[in-house]
C-alpha cells in the first residue's frame, strides 16, 4: 500500500536529535495558570439557604489562602477566579461554566 503523503521521514535523524535550549525571558511561558473556585452546596430545599453564608464565607477564606500563598515561580501571583454563585445542581453548574454569560 503506498502512501499519498508527501516525503517519508528521516527517521534515522529523529532518533538522533540534537538538543538545545533557549534562555527564557520569563519564567512562565504562555497563558498566566488560573486557580478557579467553584463554591459548591447541597441542593435540597432548606439545606442550601441555611448554608448560603457558611459557603460564601469558606470562599472567602480559600480564596483569601491561595491569592496570599501561592505564586508563579518567577514570584508573580497566581490568577484566581471565583465563580459567580453556588452550585447546587445542573442547571447552577452550567451557569459557573466559563463563558456561560455570553450565552
Known amino acids: ?7 517519508r521521514p528521516d527517521f ?3 532518533a538522533n536529535p540534537v538538543r538545545s535550549f533557549q534562555d527564557a525571558n520569563q519564567a512562565v511561558l ?11 452546596s447541597d ?4 439545606a442550601y439557604e441555611d ?3 457558611k459557603t460564601w464565607a469558606m ?3 480559600v480564596y483569601d489562602l491561595v ?3 501561592v505564586t508563579l515561580p ?3 501571583p497566581v490568577r484566581v477566579v471565583v465563580a459567580p454563585e453556588i452550585v447546587y445542581g445542573a442547571r447552577t453548574a452550567a451557569r459557573a461554566q466559563p463563558g456561560a454569560d455570553q450565552r
Request: hydrophobic share 35%; net charge positive; glycine share 10%.
Open 43 to 46: 441542593g435540597r430545599r432548606g
Open 74 to 76: 518567577d514570584g508573580r
Open 12 to 14: 534515522a535523524r529523529l
Open 51 to 53: 448554608n448560603v453564608a
Open 59 to 61: 470562599v472567602e477564606k
Open 30 to 40: 504562555g497563558p498566566i495558570p488560573t486557580i478557579a473556585i467553584t463554591p459548591v
Open 67 to 69: 491569592t496570599s500563598q
Open 1 to 7: 500500500m503506498s502512501c499519498c503523503c508527501a516525503a
